[in-house]
């Protein structure tokens, strides 16, 4: 089968390169379509709903809180998936959606369903709060000073030495340089 492939492309190689055209120029074509981005957003849409209440043990969260939440906002639509956490004083849902879904829309539908739950919740327990819109990609940039060995000795009497106490982050001062020259990237 192979060689009848290259015995093809011998005998017709205006047809071949007619076809190399033409799906150089699709290719082409298609690269000014995708949707190019430096670090993709794969995080689904998600909605988190954070509620304080500093007074109540995990289980109580739990039957007073989150449960209570979770029911108000079950028959929202093009719900994919509900998952909660009931801690000491915190309760955290986290609603995601289907990929289609506006996630201005789904937020809207979810504050909408958090009037009822308040009315559910036993008065000054606490008050159901939606979070701001975030990924999964909110922490991006990172970074470690690591000071040369010849300064490290200087650093290190300085910020521990007998009479001073802190950290080198609270001591010195980080010129972001680099932040400043990258777009979107707010000061």
Same mark, same amino acid.
């Given at each position: 089968?192979?060689?009848? #492939? ?11 390169? /007619?076809? *190399?055209? /033409? ?8 690269? !000014?379509? /995708? ?7 794969? +995080? ?6 954070? *509620?304080?209440?500093? !007074? ?9 809180? $989150?449960?209570?939440?979770?029911q108000?906002?079950? !028959? ?5 998936? #509900?998952r ?8 955290? &849902? $986290? ?11 789904? @937020?809207?539908? &979810?504050?909408? @369903? ?27 940039y990172?970074?470690?000073?690591? =000071? ?6 200087s ?9 001073? +106490?802190?950290?080198? @982050?609270?001591?010195? !001062?980080?010129? =972001?340089?680099?932040? @400043?020259? &990258? ?5």
């Amino acid at each position: 089968m192979l060689d009848s #492939i290259i015995k093809f492309s011998i005998k017709n190689k205006i047809i071949i390169g /007619l076809m *190399t055209l /033409l799906l150089i120029i699709w290719g082409g074509w298609s690269a !000014t379509k /995708l949707p190019i981005d430096a670090v993709p957003d794969i +995080t689904n849409n998600q909605v988190q709903i954070f *509620t304080s209440c500093p !007074t109540l043990a995990g289980q109580e969260v739990e039957q007073l809180v $989150t449960f209570p939440i979770e029911q108000s906002i079950a !028959t929202v639509p093009k719900i994919e998936e #509900i998952r909660s956490i009931s801690r000491f004083g915190l309760s955290v &849902i $986290t609603v995601v959606f289907d990929d289609d879904v506006d996630i201005y829309f789904a @937020r809207q539908l &979810i504050s909408e @369903r958090l009037k009822e739950a308040v009315d559910q919740i036993p008065q000054g327990i606490g008050k159901p709060e939606l979070a701001p819109v975030s990924t999964g990609l909110g922490e991006v940039y990172q970074y470690i000073i690591h =000071p040369k060995k010849a300064a490290k000795a200087s650093i290190t009497r300085r910020i521990y030495g007998p009479c001073r +106490t802190g950290s080198l @982050r609270a001591s010195f !001062t980080v010129h =972001p340089v680099l932040l @400043r020259s &990258i777009a979107l990237v707010v000061n």
